[in-house]
């Protein structure tokens, strides 16, 4: 049986309007399917985000602090932070000397004052890494080559640092890099 096209528009207009007090309702089955949406996704996008933490041992590692007490005047160590090699070096007074004349010398490549280095003159803190390919310069023990100004001496291409970390000679195109310290009392400094 086929009805006519003015009937079902008839029907159509006719049609029971929903009831009072649905249209709350649906409004708030809409509201309430949307929050728990909303909640789902935020936990299944948690994870991924807490990813983006660094692990524990990153943490633990973001601050180095160093014993300056058993380190005697002209002696250097090597500590790790953030996987590199820093060196404390606790200069003797003939270091700090030599290296601040030098603080005028034209043929410096990375010009930069010895007094800007460091914030104890008697402590120099630098990363120990080359700046010309990465390699690890040597000078940290006694006996080994220091380079042609007393500093470090980079093996691998020849680069020369002096008593303050300044590159002075090689292909090195600048001075060794101060990473962020700090003094915590006259016995500690704190890398990073």
């Known amino acids: 049986m086929r009805v006519p096209v003015e009937v079902m528009s008839e029907l159509a207009s006719t049609a029971p309007s929903p009831a009072r007090g649905e249209e709350p309702r649906r409004d708030f089955l809409y509201l309430a399917a949307g929050?728990?949406?909303?909640?789902?996704?935020?936990?299944?996008?948690?994870?991924?985000i807490d990813?983006?933490?660094?692990?524990?041992?990153t943490r633990e590692a973001a601050a180095v602090d160093v014993d300056l007490a058993p380190i005697e005047?002209?002696?250097?160590?090597?500590?790790k932070w953030r996987g590199q090699p820093v060196f404390v070096a606790h200069r003797t007074p003939q270091e700090i000397a030599r290296a601040r004349a030098?603080?005028?010398d034209q043929r410096l490549i990375d010009p930069a004052k010895d007094a800007d280095r460091v914030q104890k003159p008697e402590w120099l803190v630098v990363v120990g890494i080359?700046?010309?390919?990465?390699?690890?310069?040597?000078?940290?023990r006694p006996g080994t080559?220091?380079?042609?100004w007393d500093g470090?001496?980079?093996?691998?291409?020849?680069?020369?640092?002096?008593?303050?970390?300044r590159v002075r000679k090689g292909p090195a195109p600048?001075?060794?890099?101060?990473?962020?310290?700090?003094?915590?009392d006259d016995g500690r400094v704190a890398i990073g």
């Open 51 to 57: 990813s983006l933490n660094p692990a524990a041992d």
């Open 35 to 48: 929050t728990m949406g909303a909640v789902g996704v935020g936990l299944a996008v948690w994870p991924l």
């Open 145 to 148: 080559r220091r380079g042609d």
């Open 174 to 184: 600048r001075n060794l890099e101060v990473p962020p310290y700090r003094f915590l």
């Open 152 to 165: 470090w001496y980079c093996p691998c291409h020849g680069s020369h640092y002096d008593t303050s970390g």
């Open 130 to 140: 080359c700046t010309h390919l990465g390699c690890i310069p040597v000078g940290q």
């Open 73 to 79: 005047a002209g002696q250097r160590i090597a500590v």
């Open 102 to 104: 030098e603080d005028a």
